[in-house]
């Protein structure tokens, strides 16, 4: 009798708890801007962002006829997006290159911590891939493959690098140096100074050799006290060594800037490294006009390619503002051809606006549809396969037993963390990549409690969010918005039917979202016109763009 008493209790249990999960039919995305409702010539020309939305840092790297390219992912996970080109414009992301929890814990991490500026390159004399990056939590590391399409080794920690962004150069002469940002030697003179070190690296042990050599103090035009040189990278290109760094900030005053050596000279001493009388070879900060169309703010953080043609490219990083310094799309990938004059790289002129649409021979578009990267465009995800669509990111370490997916819903089981908690959450996100955008879901839902919610969520961070969905109010069923800025604020809400499933739809334009709730009849308006300022890094901070999440909660 008493066994048959906790069996049935466990039982019990066990249903109610499933009886909470949220089940989620389908997501619906739809993207509509002004900047890419252009006519242009897929087979000849291209459209920038070359990724939009939440793809910053890019690196990428030539392998033959195949390029690569990598971007930061900070707290989510899987982690480092990686995508494969044989054109630079036409993009399939092939994985993720940390795709293991024992490559990437991040157990306790802010959003915008974990993983920062990964780069990647090719050594050709052991025909290895590395990405190399900087985790808040286990410091710099490199992983490495022969293969990017067959997954990559476990973290190999570089405990020498005191700094952040490190990238690595396989010389032709078989040695290899590690670059990065560090602390000044001997204390900064000002507020924002950084400096550029330089490692030799030993390919057969994965280890670094000696100790460093700063060979750049302060950055360019020092007399003007240049802040925050970082992200480097060298390079080899004819008779010249160069070194390309962002430098300003991550903010409208980004840039980059570049200095060479002799190949002759010692790349480790600082005296070889003349800047570039042209430096900064790109930004948006000054001479362009603050009222031109398709805005783009903040450029920097740039990588170099040469393709078989022997043309050379830049990408970078850039935002899309839609009102002073904000944006909710966070940092995008641009792509730019370079030009050389006297032996100097430039990736675009002096008080020239970035141009959205850009031309390039030899492109090969892709299937419709079969990419989602950038211009307008609308999908629909069924969650009728077997493997989650890549779009699809977890915050942090997932516990992948919440889960299920297939047969057209996707069944999340609610965690008691909520969004404002640094704890693994029960949610899929995908970035919003559109300044005019609509995200639409429909969810099975029965809360028990006022703290039980399931439906949308807008990440920025964990104090300046969104969450729409379905949970108790005053005792009964109820469509809630709560708007955070630090604060809490009920925005909207509607009583609804207790087990009946549960449309939601926000329709955001620039700085101002509206959102919509349908039971079985007519979409009907919950909140119009609410500012979803508190989405822009520049009102938030952090390093992320807004995340569209399908989530769940119950305590």
Known sequence: MKKTLITAVVVCATLCAWAQDATFSYFKYTGNDTRFDKQYDPTSQYLNPILAGFYPDPSFCRVGDKFYLVNSSFSFFPGVPIFESEDLVNWQQIGHVLDRPSQLPLDGQGVSQGIFAPDIKYNPKNKTYYMITTSIRMGNFFVKTKDPHMGWSDPIPLPKIDGIDPSFFFDNNGKAYIVHNGPVDGGADYEGQRAIRIFRFDTKGDSIIGTYRQIVRGGTHVEA???????????????????????????????EVILRAPVKSDIMDPASWEECPNNPILTQRTGVDPNRADIVTSTGHADLVQDKQGRWWAVFLGCRAYEGPFYNTGRDTYMLPVTWKDGWPEILEKGKALPTVVSKTGLVPGSDGAQYITGNFSY????????????????????????????????????????????????LFCRQQHTTFSAET??????????????????QNEQYNFVFGKTILNGRPAVTLVRAEKDKVLIGSAFVKPDSSLQLKI???GRYYSFYYRENGEWRCIAAGVDAVNLSTSRSGGFIGACIGLYATAK
Not at 229 to 248: D, F, Q, S, T, V
């Open 225 to 255: 006290h240049p802040i925050w040189i970082e992200g480097p990278h060298l390079y080899r290109i004819g008779k010249y060594y160069y070194l390309m760094c962002a430098e300003g900030g991550t903010g409208d005053w980004h840039s």
């Open 380 to 427: 629909t995800d069924k969650f009728d396969t077997e493997k989650l669509n890549q779009r699809w990111m977890f915050l942090r370490n997932p516990e992948m037993n919440r889960y299920k997916w297939g047969k057209g819903k996707l069944t999340i089981q609610p965690s008691s963390a909520d969004i404002s908690e640094r704890k693994p959450l029960s949610a």
């Open 442 to 459: 429909e969810v099975v839902f029965s809360p028990k409690s006022e703290k039980d919610v399931a439906g949308l969520a807008l990440l």
């Open 507 to 509: 329709e955001g334009d």
